[in-house]
């Protein structure tokens, strides 16, 4: 660039500043009631875009006054909103002639004083911002025919919705997603946003809503959760919709689904079953693992990439209330089979001091499981000022296992040191039944409770193992020095009951103070029997091996306090509390004919404090403490010879440890910008710690006992975000930095090991989505400083990872998506090779009918045949380097139907 040029640049830049300086556009007024012409006080003022209704400026009025300026001119829209009026919306023009729009007074009307026949009617205005709820417009926004929930919510002001289908709004996550302010078939939001269609959708709000504690008692506990409200358009609150699919691939892999669901205004029905040999173990990836509202675990959710997996899943869920929605029940029943085989290969090395040695491992395995589980809660409101909640849950899940494995350990110097071949195989069958009430009763001064809980489980089960092991011992000079053979039959089983009961109350000592005391007892008595079996001459497992056999009975009888002071004003809250429970255990050994006790008490602090900076910033610290008992397999661990390599030995002097936790949070976003800012960090530490001492023998077998330790283990965080779009940018835009440190400790061979990791994660993430067309980007680099006093090596890690993806809708219904993954590890001091890995995965296909609702596809997974199954990980004293059986390249031809028919529901919208 020239200098003349430069300069004339600079001289027009100058000049076009001084020009904007000049003129100041902007609007003002006064807001007031129009009966008694009272001023009306953080009344919501909104400029939008006349054009897209699109919102450039918010305010709140000053006792009715209100001056927004910097604006630039052209044709805008006025929207003023306040609680019980209706909302004033007006057009007005600014330019060099008429810089500034003065709307002297403006008269809200109550909407109550509104007559019957009059119809007020304006255009659709995307976002509304009605005290500290956001709301959307969904007639404002294009959406493709048969397009879902989340492709709404994609398209709305400072939602981000990832891969998962994980939702976060202006840089906060999503919580819950109710519909018609109501759970939908569960709480999964997944199960809304992926199978709920967008042209049912009349209004997306976005609230912090209460916790069911805080609406119970009437009070703020200063606990907000994040949600979503789903307003559905009058014509779709009753009706019948649901989705079949059918997969068949190349390589045996196939899926296929179907999900049913009626519902109208009060009762909801659903039902749905899948199977699948991809890994796609529920209705859109983890949806059916929710469905319904169930906490039990189907068996589908423990699928974590290692092994090939074949999934069968079926349920149903039916809600409804009744009498004027005083009474309402919850329920559902699911059943499910999940089936994994696999093979595998590990290498690890274990630290020692100023040696180590290393294990290659090679094994085989099949896993299968099948559960099933009734849940439901029952609510009742018993008057204006009591509720009664209850809950139940009944589970049963059986399976088999067997594996086969063996096991090279060599030392330092290459010399052999044992050899173990190892084969197992059993079955299972538990069962559990559970049930909570909570009572609440608030009292005639505001604020002022009463409530009473009460809770019951019971679990009982057996197992049947079978152990076969050969261990070979070999000497320094690498020669046989003895052998170790397990054939054994391992019967056992198990019951546990577990109750308990409080109450507690609360008291405002003025409209901002609460104080509140509660009181807890509990008990759980559980009996453990795992017996061992060798063969006797008869060749039966009839002989009672006494040294690997158990036969426990645990106690555990608690009382505990609790006291707590919380402050809630005007954008802030403060909450101060402890509990403190004295616990009284005893573990008998029936079998050995001895009896461990102990008395100790727990001690949980807590302390919260949130402030609203402003409507677009806040901040909140956190810090909570607690105990940490040793557990009875610290103290008196069972006899086992399950690992005769690694084997725990207990240490009944151990002392209790206790834990701080410290958080901070700030939150920025401005909606006319598009722009926001997080920052969080946390810090721990822990006193008198638990940890192992590890000691390796010369023939390799690794003996662990627990020990307090008088160093303070530490973990800190911190996370700084800044996203949105950015001036010239047609795309949004993530830059975030992730820095994570822990100093850790333990012993190996009765020496000390201080190990210490810092971990950098820089990464930038770039999106956007339309109407017809979507992708992302994102890259991030990781780096990890390490050390361990053991080994004084250098054993830092860098690598990186990117990811990339689109998604196009082209004419007479063709559409194309595809995303790519690729992966580096550098190598180190331990693995002495680089590793990487890139998976593509590419759809196309084509949509039928008129509403688009029958989809055919062709879709292939890891093409180019890359997913190897290969993981790497490191802690304390050893690192492993993992290679498993897994799900790699595959095409798969999909046909998928959704359905639906709806009809007018007459029922009022229900308000957040």
Known sequence: MTPKRAIIIIYCLICSATAFAQTNYGVKGLVADTSS?????????????????????YSYTDKGAFNIDKLQPGKYMLMVTYPDYADFVETFTLDPDHPLKDFNNIGMILRSKLLNEVIIKARAVAIKIKGDTTEFNAAAYITQKNAKVEDLLKQLQGMKIDQRGKITFQGQAIDKVLVDGEEFFGDDPLLVTRNLRADMVSKVQVYDQKSEEAKLKGIDDGVKIKTINIQLTEDKRKGVFGKAEGDYGTGKYNTGQLMVNKFTTKEKIAAFGSFSNTGKV????????????????????????VGL?????????????????????????????FNVDGEGSSFT?????????????????????FNQSLSGTFNSQIDSTSDINTRFGAYNTNGKSDGKSNTTTLR?????QNTSDNATFGDYDHNSLSGSVYYTKRLKKKGRYISLNAYGAASKGNNNNNLNTTLKYYNEQGTLD??????????????????????????????????????????NVSHNSQLSFNKSAANRYDALDSLFSNDLRVTNQSGGYSVGMSYSGTGTYFSIGTNVARVNSKQADLFADTVLSRKFVNWSPNAYFSHQLSKAASINFNYYGFSGQPSFNQLQPLRQNSDPLNITIGNPALKSSFSNRFSANYRLYQPTLDRGINLNGSYGNTYNAIVYNRTTDSAGVNTLQYVNIDKKPTSWNIYSEVYGHFPKLDFIVSINMSVNGNTQFNYVNNQLNTSKSVTYTPQINIWKNKTNYSYFFDFGLNYVVNS??????????????????????????????????????????????????YLINST?????????????????NDLLNQNTGYSRNGNADNFTEERNTTIRRYFLFSVTWDFSKFGKSLQPVPQP
């Open 37 to 57: 012409n009272i001023s009306l006080d953080k009344a919501t003022v909104c400029v939008l875009n006349a054009k897209d209704s699109i919102l450039l400026k």
């Open 282 to 305: 529920g209705l859109n990836g983890d949806d059916n693992n929710k469905y319904g509202g169930g906490d039990y675990n189907n068996g589908n959710g423990s699928y974590d990439g």
């Open 309 to 337: 997996p074949l999934s069968r899943n079926a349920g149903a869920f039916y809600s409804n209330k009744w009498n004027k929605d005083k009474q309402s029940i919850n329920t559902s029943y699911k059943i499910g089979s």
């Open 349 to 369: 090395q274990n630290n020692l001091p100023g040696n180590f040695n290393t294990s290659n491992r090679n094994n085989t395995f099949h896993r299968y499981s």
């Open 412 to 416: 330092g110097n290459g010399v052999l």
């Open 482 to 523: 003895s052998t170790s053979l397990i054939d054994q039959h391992k019967p056992g089983t198990f019951k546990s009951n577990d109750y308990g009961a409080g109450v507690s109350y609360g008291e405002p000592l003025s409209k901002k103070i609460t104080v509140s005391a509660g009181y807890n007892v509990s008990s």
């Open 788 to 837: 361990s006093s053991l080994q004084q090596i250098n054993n830092n890690s860098r690598g990186f990872l990117t990811n990339a993806g689109f998604s196009f809708k082209l004419p007479h219904g063709f559409f194309v998506n595809s995303d790519a993954r690729y992966s580096y590890t550098a190598k180190n001091k331990v693995f002495d090779r680089d590793f990487s890995r």
């Open 844 to 860: 196309i296909g084509k949509t039928f009918l008129k509403d688009e609702s029958l989809k055919i596809s062709i879709m292939g």
